[in-house]
């Protein structure tokens, strides 16, 4: 990549727009993208068609950053379009790594999505009840709109993907060091998760636990309480870890590389940057955690209230990362 | 008729020992239940169930020492703990809380090792085939990966 300039791409699919948004926090640094980079890609801000992609020779993009999964076949269709023509394709934000947030419809069934979409919500006008087709013959002809799927998939369902870079979105910070590797041509072996530490959350967090004897009694919601924010000397003057304080935190279970943003403000993580290291599912990982924290005294009625107080344990404990559990869809 | 393939993990202080008792004194129960021997039920992470669901067991037990009876003290407490957040999650996944049991069986109940079984298998048995991998095969599955 010496004399000619990188090729770059960005690209969503079933996301919020977040990620996209998110490139731009590099700031004034995206100056210096512009200047080593073409941008070749980017529908949120440049104006490009699907026509204009298939156009390119194959490998044509060095790099492609993708956000979003897989919901529907017009972005399985262009994911594999856009794989065939970069030559280094990386699954940009929790939504292409694990699902994302999306993925919590993988919970429900297509019918009662569209169901719910276009029938029952209370801003819909449909009297006659009309569901989305995949084709639609008028007058002037037959059209076609793509298929919604059953499921929310992660992009490396569908294509061979190179690297993975988790966040809701990254994080700023993230983003340049990834992109200056890429720029470098420094980057790791394939299938690496990039962007982001070797350990968990709290590695990086500003609270401190005990390490002894924290059994929790109830669990807090942080709209309705209010944590113990008061440094404590015997924990190295910091407040107390917030998941002893009873909120629902699954930063133990996280990937490290946030600089644990949320808890910063004061918010147990979420688990955006999904599954720590060598983790297979961090849903499960971090109930597991948290459920063996339940102070049941030897009672088994007295553990079901306490787990009770969680509510939604599959939204809060795979919050970002239903596509990329053991199970990756409820039952249909 | 149809046999439900279930997943036991019994701790090895007590529901081990139990489930020996029960072969040395030569009690009849139902054959569905594959044993795997585990320290202690509080080694029994949440991956191990989901696991043995996802790859098509069709029912899970573990059992464990009763409360305070624990070889590790409180081991067993922090199964209970795990174990309702867990029963919640399969519920939200679509999988049927009775496919998944905690039992607590001391060494000395080989007769309740037989029973727990028997119920759990008949209570399974009913619910019929959880097929996990085909049953959330959706069509567009066929073209992943």
Known sequence: ?332 | MFEPKILGIFCNWCSYTGADLAGTARIKYAPNVRIVRVMCSGRVDNNFVLKAFQEGADGVLVAGCHPGDCHYIEGNYKTMGRVPILKEMLKQFGIEPERFRLEWISASEGDRVAEVINSMTEQVRKLGPLNWKSTTDTKDFSHVR
């Open chain 1, 1 to 332: 990549m010496s004399d000619k300039k990188l090729k770059l791409g960005l690209y969503w699919g079933a996301s919020c727009g977040g990620c996209d948004i998110s490139t731009l926090e590099i700031a004034e640094n995206i100056l210096k993208v512009i200047e080593v980079a073409d941008i070749v890609l980017w529908p949120c801000v440049v104006d490009f068609k699907y026509e204009d992609v298939k156009n390119y020779p194959d490998g044509y993009m060095d790099v492609c950053l993708w956000n979003g999964g897989i919901r529907n076949s017009e972005t399985k269709e262009i994911a594999e379009l856009i794989r065939k023509k970069s030559k280094v394709l990386v699954a940009y934000g929790a939504c292409s790594s694990f699902g994302g947030i999306p993925a919590l419809a993988n919970l429900y069934t297509k019918e009662s999505i569209f169901e719910r979409a276009y029938k029952t919500t209370e801003s819909t006008d449909n009297p006659q009840g009309i569901l989305p087709q995949t084709s639609v013959k008028m007058p002037e002809g037959e059209l076609h709109i793509p298929e919604f799927y059953g499921s929310v998939y992660r992009l490396n369902d569908v294509v061979d993907v190179d690297y993975f870079m988790p966040g809701c979105p990254p994080t700023a910070k993230q983003t340049w060091s990834v992109i200056q590797a890429i720029v470098a041509g420094k980057l790791p072996p394939k299938g690496s998760v990039v962007g982001v530490g070797d350990k968990t959350v709290c590695d990086e967090c500003p609270f401190e636990k005990k390490t002894e004897g924290v059994r929790i009694e109830r669990f807090k919601r942080p709209h309705l309480d209010r944590p113990d924010l008061t440094p404590k000397p015997e924990l190295k003057n910091k407040p107390q870890c917030l998941l002893e304080q009873g909120f629902v935190c699954v930063g133990s279970a996280t990937r490290s590389g946030c600089e644990a943003q949320c808890l910063k403000a004061n918010m147990p993580c979420r688990g955006c940057y999904g599954p720590a290291k060598d983790v297979e599912d961090q849903g499960s990982k971090a109930a597991a955690a948290i459920g063996s924290l339940i102070d049941t005294q030897g009672n088994e009625k007295r553990g079901e209230e306490i787990a009770a107080q969680i509510v939604d344990p599959v939204g809060t404990f795979y919050r970002f990362g239903v596509s990329n559990s053991l199970l990756r869809r409820a039952k249909i």
